[in-house]
């Protein structure tokens, strides 16, 4: 820097200050070339490591990569549109490729709903019923994981250990594992997903627990109130707006979750899409990917202006993986 | 309060004391509606049907397995005598001797060519599972005079099912054979098989069951309530909970017998330690003679753990380390395209409106074309394996990323880039001294938080192909047998993601300070 250039003209004190700023910034240096130096050799570990253990190498495969986009082409763009909406296709040669119109499921005679939106609705549901189900139990046990309304340490530690487990514990084996009891459909998705929403919400819940104003619960129980009248009317007011906005974050979550779970084997529009990935039905892909792509945004923009509507701009974007 | 006094006070608030009826009744309504919409769901989704079509027996087995292991001895009716048979892959290794198997030896008169009938009337076990696995005429090596005491004996076998090919003739051969197998489950119960007659006692009540060899089994009085048996003469089975369960068929006693622990966790039955105590394993090592030519006895034992059949450590461990590669270079490779990315998208450090727009809008493109079908997508293109997995967390979270990095750049002090620009620096300088150290703890704290909720991300977008351990723990999954090697597996992911978690909850810490 150019402070060094002046270093004659300083005092003693003048000199000493200089000489420890210079340390500092000297170790300063060093742990950003170290902390840099680690990061590289820790990535080209992991991606040589990534493209050893790969079934494909990557340089042999980039070249394909662009194949298979075009492969992802249709015949022709309208093809989409006929995918979508269960039209008849002009290319129907009889195979599973072009079977648009087999999929409409008919509400009445001629009204018919196209098969992928009924499967998005089917993704939807998975992923509402999911939400409920978290939402019903997390309310109940996060006022029992709450330090200021629990005041036994036992319940609490107990409580929060559950929640953690119920959080932690990865998806896909309650799925497998009620795929295998249960057989394949969506009843499997929707308790996966719950037990995982359950966790996630009641640790969000108890945080905003903890976090209310306790004067109101200090009056009632100046009035007599027992736990649950206190719990009810002192903290449930006050907190429900968040826990609602929560719950909407976490539908956003669950969605794409279910969707997930649902190319395992969970139903909807995720066994879908990953049948027509497969099976390289290009029209039918594309389709799926356009109805999830619009229904995420679309998901995502309501629950945004719902949660704009109950507490305000707050930046909840925020913690959206857990 | 006189009444008067309150009745003032209800008419100074109307609206507190008489609210519309709609807001009153609001939380009701509520959960009214929520309610029936579950209903609707249930309808939706048949979950009643469901549930009661589920196999629940299973489940309970399934969710055993999870802690223990089984251990399967067939006893089968030969004539006047048994066959006591371990299927070959078994947890007590081959020509297991087993103590709660107590067996009776007599000889006895027997003709080879009932034998023949009886092992081709084996019920659905997979072919090469070897029947007689116990008794492929092993060297008497082992002869202990113990519980099977007629098996050496046997060098001359009844018949064995490749025998079946030749024309079996009706020789009668006189030896020693098994007349009367006891097999205990612990406790007071107790399996007594003899030819044509079995005594099952449980919890002080005996069930006696008459054997009609190939024709039927029927019990002697009523069957108690651990007992079932779905039509007359068919087989009964007996459970005794935990401890396992036994079915009697009229061709053999099929014993269950479940103990609790992961069976041969370190060293599979093929390895020199098998069956070794934790002591005697590092005696062994430390002093006792070479096992192999060449090799140390550490070696060994390393090699033997890592390349175990039933737990495939080495193999569990590598998908793991996958799945914590594709985390780790996932969310760094977005972290560094989505900083400069953020620094354009940003409305008050780059002015040019198109581009904001531009790059806002394909961040969220990438965040909502969901991280599964980038995952599907990249599957397709690199074939299954990490690669898959990176991409799609890079493809997902550079989008996640650059709306976060430049919301919190558009939310940054201004003071701190005038003070810069005020002395005259570069526009590159007003960045790096005037934006930079304002958000990049921020930045940082945010990656942190994404690569650790990746690493869980990361093992489920593994099961659709990505590979890592997602796909090992599917592939056990489907199974419906290796269900010990999914808890293990999920005891090293709950492992691997509370390790993260804290570190990434202490990195963040000393970046930002405690909120």
């Known amino acids: 820097m150019t402070a060094t250039t002046h270093s004659p003209l300083l005092s003693e004190a003048g000199q000493a200050v200089e000489r420890h700023w210079r340390e500092l910034a000297g170790r300063r240096r060093l742990y950003t070339i170290g902390g840099i130096v680690f990061m590289v050799l820790a990535m080209s570990g992991s991606l040589w490591f990534a493209n050893e253990s790969n079934a494909g190498k990557f340089f042999d495969r980039l070249p394909y990569l662009f194949d298979f986009v075009g492969q992802m082409l249709p015949r022709d763009g309208w093809e989409i549109w006929r995918a979508l909406f269960d039209l008849p296709s002009p290319y129907d040669d009889g195979s599973l490729k072009y079977n648009y119109p087999d999929g ?195 998901v995502d923009q309501l629950s945004a202006w719902l949660r704009g509507r109950l507490v305000g701009r707050q930046a909840f974007e925020f913690g959206r993986g857990g | 309060m006189t009444e008067t006094e309150a009745s003032a006070i209800v008419a100074r608030h109307t609206d507190v004391f008489q609210r519309p009826l709609l807001e009153r009744f609001r939380a009701a309504l509520i959960i009214a509606a929520v309610a029936l919409y579950m209903v ?57 001797k087993p103590d709660w198997v107590v067996t009776e030896t007599a000889t006895v008169e027997r003709r080879s060519a009932t034998t023949s009938a009886a092992a081709g009337a084996g019920s659905g076990q997979t072919s090469g599972a070897g029947f007689l696995g116990s008794l492929d005429t092993k060297p008497a090596a082992k002869d202990d005079g113990g519980f099977l005491g007629a098996m050496p004996s046997a060098s001359t076998p009844p018949e064995t099912p490749t025998a079946n090919t030749a024309p079996a003739e009706p ?107 934790a002591g005697q394993v590092l005696g062994t090592i430390l002093f006792g003679d070479r096992i192999e030519e060449g090799r140390s006895n550490l070696a060994v034992a390393w090699d033997n753990i890592v390349n175990n059949a039933d737990w495939q450590h080495g193999d569990v461990w590598l998908k793991l380390l996958q799945t914590i590669v594709m985390a780790f270079a996932g969310t760094v490779f977005a972290s560094l395209l989505a900083f400069p990315l953020a620094f354009a998208a940003a409305r008050n450090i780059m002015p040019n409106r198109f581009i904001n727009h531009l790059l806002k809008r394909s961040f969220d493109f990438l965040r909502s074309v969901d991280m599964l079908i980038w995952a599907l997508f990249f599957t397709r293109a690199f074939g299954p394996g990490p690669l898959a997995g990176i991409s799609a967390i890079f493809f997902t979270d550079t989008g996640t990323f650059g709306k976060l990095y430049s919301e919190a750049l558009e939310n940054i002090d201004d003071k701190q880039r005038e003070g810069v620009r005020s002395v005259g620096a570069a526009p590159s300088s007003v960045q790096r001294y005037g934006v930079v150290p304002q958000v990049l703890p921020v930045f940082l704290s945010q990656s942190l938080y994404f690569w650790e909720s990746n690493t869980r991300s990361a093992t489920i977008i593994g099961a659709v192909g990505a590979g890592g351990i997602g796909l090992k723990l599917w592939e056990a999954m489907r199974t419906n047998q290796d269900w010990e090697n999914v808890a293990y597996m999920v005891l090293l992911i709950l492992m691997v993601v509370f390790v993260f978690d804290n570190i990434s909850n202490m990195l963040r810490q000393r970046l930002i300070g405690r909120q």
């Open chain 2, 171 to 277: 020789v009668a051969t006189r030896e020693e054979a098994i007349v009367s197998a006891d097999v205990s489950f612990g406790g007071d119960t107790h399996i007594r098989v003899q030819p044509g007659f079995v005594t099952v006692t449980h919890k002080g009540e005996t069930l006696e069951l008459d054997i009609e060899e190939q024709i039927a089994v029927n019990a002697r009085g009523p069957l108690p309530d651990w007992a079932s048996q779905r039509a007359p003469g068919s087989k009964v089975i007996a459970r005794f909970g935990f401890a396992g369960r036994a079915e009697i068929e009229d061709d053999e006693v099929k014993i269950r017998r479940r103990f609790l622990g992961w069976e041969n966790f370190f060293f599979d039955t093929r390895s020199p330690y098998w069956g070794m105590s």
């Open chain 2, 40 to 96: 609707f769901a249930w309808w939706l989704f048949a979950v009643g049907q469901v549930i009661s079509g589920g196999n629940w027996d299973i489940a309970g087995s399934y969710l055993a397995d999870w802690v223990s292991y089984e251990v399967r001895p067939d006893i089968e009716y030969d004539g006047d005598a048994l066959d006591v048979s371990f299927p070959r892959f078994s947890p007590l290794g081959d020509d297991p």
């Open chain 1, 104 to 298: 409409r499921i008919y509400l009445t005679e001629t009204f018919y709903l196209p098969e992928y939106f009924y499967k998005m609705l089917e993704t939807i549901n998975i992923a509402l019923v999911s939400t409920l189900i978290g939402f019903g139990f997390g309310f109940v046990l996060c006022f029992l994981a709450a330090s200021n309304l629990t005041t036994r340490r036992w319940l609490r530690f107990f409580v929060r250990r559950f929640m953690e487990l119920l959080r932690a514990f990865p998806e896909i084996v309650i799925a497998g594992f009620f795929l295998a009891v249960l057989s394949i459909g969506a009843v499997p998705a929707i308790i996966a997903v719950s037990i995982h929403t359950i966790g996630a919400l009641g640790k969000m819940f108890f945080e905003v627990v903890e976090n209310a104003d306790m004067k109101a619960e200090e009056g009632l129980r100046a009035a007599g109130a027992n736990w649950t009248e206190r719990v009810w009317f002192a903290i449930v007011p006050q907190v429900m707006p968040n826990f609602l906005s929560y719950a909407l974050l976490r539908f956003e979550i669950n969605v794409r979750a279910s969707t997930i779970i649902g190319a395992v084997g969970g139903g909807g529009i995720g066994e879908a899409l990953r049948l027509s990935i497969s099976r390289t039905h290009e029209a039918k892909t594309l389709a799926i990917i356009l109805l999830l792509f619009c229904t995420i945004v679309a």
